[in-house]
C-alpha cells in the first residue's frame, strides 16, 4: 500500500510541490482509462485520483459529468474501480486514491469498501460529499486497514469546521477552488491562498488546492503557497479529444509547473 503524505513531503523537498492528476474510472473505456492512468504518471503525475463514475454527479463540471455518464453507459461497475486501482498500481509506483460520492461506499459495504481498496493496492479515498462528522464508519474503516482519507474544505468553512476536516483527515486537505474562470482570476486566487493560509494556521501539514486547474503557470503559481496542485478537467478533455497520448503530453506540460527552476 502507498500513502500520498510521503510523495507530498518528497515533492516539496526536491520540487515546488506535487502535481496530482484526475481521472474517471471507464472513460472512455476500462482499458484506456487504466492506459491513462498509467501515461500520466509516465509523464509527471505525481498521485491520482481516479473517480467513480455516478448516476448522480452533483459536484462534477461538464466535462467530467460527460466522461462518467458515458462510462456508465458502458457497464461501468463498482468492481471496475478496485480493478483499475490494481492494474494501475502493478505497473507504476505512484499512490492511487479513488474520488467518490458516499452513496455507492455505504451501498458496498463500508468495511468491505475498506478491504477492497486495501487489497488492490490503493492509498485512500478522497469523499466529497462527506462531512467529518458524519464520517465516522469509513474513519474508522480506513484507521483499521490503513488508508488515507481526504475531506474538503471550502473559503466559506467555518475555523471549527477547518480544525475538524484537518483532524479527521490523513494524506492531505482538499482545498476547494475555482482557478481559471474568466474575469475573476485575480479573487479567486485570492480565495485559495486565504483558505490554505487558513488550513496551514490551523495545523495542516498538507493541503493541495483543486478546480480549475489547467495550465503549467497555474501549478507553478499553486504551488507557491500550497503543497499540491490537483488537475481534473482538463486531463479528462484531452483525453476525450486527443486521447492516451493527448492527455500524457498535457501532464508533461502540466509537470513543468513543479520544477523549482
Do not use: K
Not at 18 to 27: C, M, N, R
Not at 172 to 181: L, N, P, Q, R
Not at 229 to 238: D, P, T, Y
Amino acid at each position: 500500500m502507498r500513502t500520498v503524505a510521503p510523495v507530498i513531503a518528497r515533492r516539496n523537498d526536491e520540487a515546488n510541490g506535487a502535481l496530482i492528476g484526475y481521472l474517471p474510472v471507464g472513460f472512455p473505456t476500462l482499458d484506456e482509462s487504466v492506459e491513462t492512468a498509467v501515461a500520466l504518471v509516465e509523464n509527471g503525475v505525481d498521485i491520482l485520483e481516479l473517480g467513480l463514475p455516478y448516476s448522480d454527479p452533483v459536484m462534477d463540471g461538464p466535462v467530467i459529468q460527460a466522461a462518467t455518464q458515458q462510462a456508465l453507459a458502458n457497464g461501468f461497475r463498482l468492481s471496475h474501480g478496485f480493478e483499475a486501482v490494481r492494474r494501475v498500481t502493478e505497473r507504476v509506483d505512484a499512490p492511487v486514491l479513488i474520488m467518490t460520492y458516499w452513496n455507492p461506499v455505504v451501498q458496498y459495504g463500508v468495511d468491505r469498501f475498506a478491504d477492497d481498496l486495501a487489497a488492490a493496492g490503493g492509498a485512500g479515498l478522497i469523499t466529497p460529499d462527506l462531512i467529518p462528522d458524519e464520517g465516522g464508519d469509513w474513519i474508522a474503516a480506513s484507521e483499521r486497514v490503513g488508508l488515507d482519507r481526504v475531506f474538503l474544505a471550502a473559503p466559506t468553512s467555518t475555523d471549527a469546521r477547518l480544525v475538524q476536516t484537518i483532524e479527521a483527515s490523513r494524506g492531505f486537505v482538499y482545498a476547494v477552488s475555482t482557478m481559471g474562470i474568466t474575469g475573476a482570476r485575480a479573487d479567486v486566487d485570492a480565495a485559495a491562498r486565504t483558505l490554505v493560509g487558513r488550513l496551514q494556521a490551523a495545523g495542516a501539514e498538507a493541503s493541495c488546492v483543486g478546480v480549475g486547474i489547467s495550465t503549467a503557470a497555474q501549478v507553478e503559481e499553486v504551488l507557491g503557497y500550497a503543497q499540491g496542485a490537483i488537475v481534473g478537467s482538463a486531463l479528462v478533455r484531452a483525453l476525450a479529444e486527443g486521447g492516451v497520448a493527448a492527455a500524457g503530453s498535457l501532464a508533461a506540460e502540466l509537470a513543468r509547473g513543479t520544477r523549482s527552476e
